[in-house]
């Protein structure tokens, strides 16, 4: 339990941590920034392998209910790495790429959470049905 709450809580700490490199990222220096969120969300999302095993984690990870949000969430890990070293891209397309790769992998992040903690998926997506009508 004590590895699972520091690796949770400093992953999410050093997740938000780096948002003190988001003048950088908007000045077109990514680096920083992504280096920074990156290794807090690796850090949080391991931190369950404390609680049930790296083997058994990986299973979860890639179970019917999960598997979709896993390769959602670690392609936009991946992807906001790369990003960050392509080169001959302008800084504002590299900006609003790294954006919206950042807020997906944030919500993926989020889905994935949810999807540990019984019917609440379902209580958000019952509670965006009531909001829009």
């Known amino acids: 339990m004590i590895g699972f709450g520091f690796c ?10 780096s948002f003190t490199f988001f003048v950088e990222l908007l000045e077109g220096n990514p680096l920083p920034f992504v280096y920074v969120y990156t290794i807090g969300n690796i850090l949080a999302l391991s931190s369950s392998m404390f609680l049930v095993g790296p083997k058994r984690q990986f ?5 019917d209910k999960r598997k979709w ?9 991946v992807l906001t790495l790369i990003i960050c070293f392509v080169p001959g891209m302008d800084d504002l397309t590299r900006l609003l ?3 919206l790769l950042l807020f997906v992998q944030f919500f993926a992040s989020l889905w994935y959470s949810l999807s540990y903690i019984p019917f609440a998926r ?3 997506i019952n509670f965006f049905k009531d909001a829009t009508v």
């Open 122 to 124: 379902k209580a958000v």
């Open 59 to 63: 299973k979860n990870m890639f179970d």
């Open 69 to 77: 949000t896993t390769i959602t969430y670690l392609t936009c890990l």
């Open 8 to 17: 949770f809580g400093a992953g999410y700490l050093i997740s938000f941590a």
């Open 97 to 99: 790429i790294l954006v």
